[in-house]
Every structure is written in structure tokens, then in C-alpha cells.
């Protein structure tokens, strides 16, 4: 983890993550649920944070 990355997983259980673009072109990460998810500067970041989130389950992990 870089400085200034934060991340919150307050011990939920995982699930699916969406990734992909919104409109203005920010990564966009966030679960199936709308209960956890960011913007981000790249897709790496959006991957590393669901990855993160989710325990690692690359299976739960969905490119839009």
C-alpha cells in the first residue's frame, strides 16, 4: 500500500465488484450491492482496492 491509500473493510463479506469508466473517464470500483466503492486514477487502483475488498477473489471481479 502506497502512502495516502486507505482502505475500509470493516470485516463485511465479500462480493461482486464492478469496474469501469464513468462518463468523464475516472475508474470507477464498486460493489454489486452500492455498499463500497470509490473513484480512482486508474484501473490498477480499481482493481487493487475491489481485490482488497473482496479477499482477493479475482473470480468476483466484473470489467464493464
Known amino acids: 500500500m502506497r ?3 486507505i ?4 470485516g463485511s463479506d465479500p462480493g461482486l465488484f464492478l469496474i469501469g ?8 470500483a ?3 450491492r452500492g455498499l463500497r466503492g ?5 484501473r490498477a487502483a480499481a482493481v487493487k482496492y ?3 475488498e473482496n ?10
Request: glycine share 14%.
Open 38 to 42: 470509490g473513484l480512482f486514477v486508474s
Open 7 to 10: 482502505f475500509l473493510a470493516g
Open 55 to 64: 479477499g482477493r477473489r479475482q473470480h468476483l471481479l466484473v470489467d464493464m
Open 21 to 28: 469508466q464513468n462518463s468523464r473517464g475516472q475508474w470507477v
Open 50 to 52: 475491489a481485490m482488497f
Open 3 to 5: 502512502q495516502g491509500e
Open 30 to 32: 464498486r460493489d454489486q
